[in-house]
């Protein structure tokens, strides 16, 4: 329950840190705002608290024009807690809603249907369907404010099959039609930018120098103020950047693709591999009781993820007990010579490339070239193989690769990498003991924390 009384002090100071915490309705006008707003601050009476932008809108509020609701960073309150909800919303946003149905999608959860449904009015107070359908409306709002993409392409890059009910359902769920919000429309050149925002603190130093010691050439790029690579998703490839702003608490984002059609799971893919969405805040208050000397957590630190699953195991499985910068040549010479050309730059090999190469120009082990064969062939075997547990049936594959590829590749906030040397030396220079457990469930950046203490 939200209290109202914090909610108006934080209302009040327009402090960007409780900024997608809350948001804030006005009987007066049926509008509902971010706590940031830069319009005149209504009177107290006239104001209701609610904690998510779903909830405003099912009261019957419409979104401000203004701060632009849907471009509040998020981070709900079952975050890290309740892992089949993540995972739930993850495939959401992946588009699993667009292209299947409800039981299709609890089938690949292994729930009931009438449980997902459950956990969906418990913790968000609707069924998957209309989350579904808010969040489409949502990400079609942030395209018409953001981009010159055509309204015909916003309404199926959205997940809509026809600009009539793309229109009937922008008015119901949001009170506005597309043409309100849209000043004006031009064609598109193939390069979308869009405005990635979060709430601070965010150590962008620590996770750019991350990204940079471990950037491979033709596919990575950082400089001082951004992050880029290519990409691939269901057939679509691309390159994107992205830029920190660090004044405005956001990731200035451009993105050149050659088809729109994933758009919005490319951009919640994005804004995972830079950790927009947790509650820091909450996070580091969690784990000070793992340290005696709470000075010693550096604030904002974020989990640097990795573009798939895929590419996460096969960078881990090269890793296997060498240095960082041994690693990063090996992963340099196997997109060198497997990855598809992608403009000027390269894609990541694909697991078609990888089984079926003899990998002679990697200089390891043959049993280590047979365990990246062997995980390329599980992926081509079972198309959707999203649970990397079942790797360690592979051989050369053993915990601490399925950990690395879980913290990396999907970004589970509870991983501890008790096995990884970095980590042991810094818990061994800690002046306490502590069991991973107590920092569940954000084990992943309490790893994090110790790799910076290094």
């Known amino acids: 329950m939200l209290n109202p009384d914090v909610c108006q002090k934080a209302r009040l100071s ?33 104001v209701l608290y609610f904690a998510s932008g779903i909830e405003a809108a099912l009261a019957g509020y419409r979104p401000c024009l203004r701060c632009r609701p849907d471009s509040a960073p998020g981070s709900p309150a079952w975050r890290g807690v309740n892992t089949t909800l993540d995972r739930a919303i993850r495939l959401i946003g992946e588009g699993d809603l667009h292209e299947g149905s409800l039981p299709s999608l609890a089938e690949k959860l292994g729930i009931g249907e009438r449980y997902l449904r459950q956990l969906f009015k418990k913790h968000l107070g609707i069924s998957p369907k209309a989350y579904a359908l808010y969040q489409q409306c949502l990400f079609a709002k942030q395209l018409l404010h953001q981009t010159t993409l055509p309204i015909t392409d916003i309404a199926l890059t959205s997940g809509f099959n026809s600009i009539r009910r793309f229109n009937d359902c922008f008015q119901s769920q949001l009170g506005l039609t597309p043409s309100q919000i849209r000043r004006s429309e031009k064609t598109t050149t193939g390069s979308v930018s869009l405005q990635l925002c979060y709430r601070p603190p965010y150590e962008w130093s620590y996770l750019r ?15 001082e103020q951004r992050y880029g690579r290519t990409f691939e998703w269901h057939g679509c490839s691309g390159c994107f950047t992205a830029q920190h702003v660090e004044s405005k608490n956001r990731f200035d984002l451009t993105i050149e693709l050659d088809d729109v059609t994933y758009l919005k799971a490319i951009v919640n893919n994005i804004r995972r591999i830079l950790d927009l969405d947790v509650d820091i805040d909450a996070v580091e208050q969690d784990l000070q009781h793992c340290f005696v000397d709470a000075s010693l957590i550096k604030s904002g ?14 960078r881990a499985i090269l890793g296997q007990q060498i240095s960082v910068v041994a690693a990063r040549n090996l992963v340099t010479t196997l997109v060198a010579e ?10 990541f090999p694909s697991p078609r490339s990888i089984a079926k190469s003899e990998l002679g120009f990697l200089k390891i082990p043959a049993s280590r070239k047979q365990t990246l064969r062997n995980l390329a062939q599980h992926y081509l075997d079972h198309h959707s193989p999203d649970d990397p547990n079942q790797w360690l049936s592979l051989k050369g594959i ?22 990884d040397l970095g980590v042991k030396k810094a818990a061994e220079k800690l002046t306490t003991r502590f069991t991973p457990e107590q920092a569940a469930p954000w084990r992943s950046y309490l790893t994090l924390q110790l790799w910076s203490q290094l």
């Open 209 to 223: 120098d991350f990204f940079t010691t471990r950037a491979i050439p033709q596919l990575e790029w950082c400089d």
């Open 301 to 314: 630190l974020r989990l640097p993820g990795i573009w798939s699953l895929f590419e996460a195991g096969i």
């Open 338 to 347: 497997l990855g598809q050309p992608c403009g000027a730059q390269r894609l």
């Open 398 to 419: 053993g915990p601490w690769t399925v950990e690395y590829a879980q913290l990396r590749g999907l970004s589970n906030p509870d991983i501890y990498l008790a096995g």
């Open 14 to 46: 327009r402090d960007p840190r409780f900024d997608g915490k809350f948001f804030t309705a006005v009987k007066t006008t049926g509008i509902y705002c971010r706590p940031i707003c830069p319009a005149t601050t209504p009177k107290e009476e006239n």
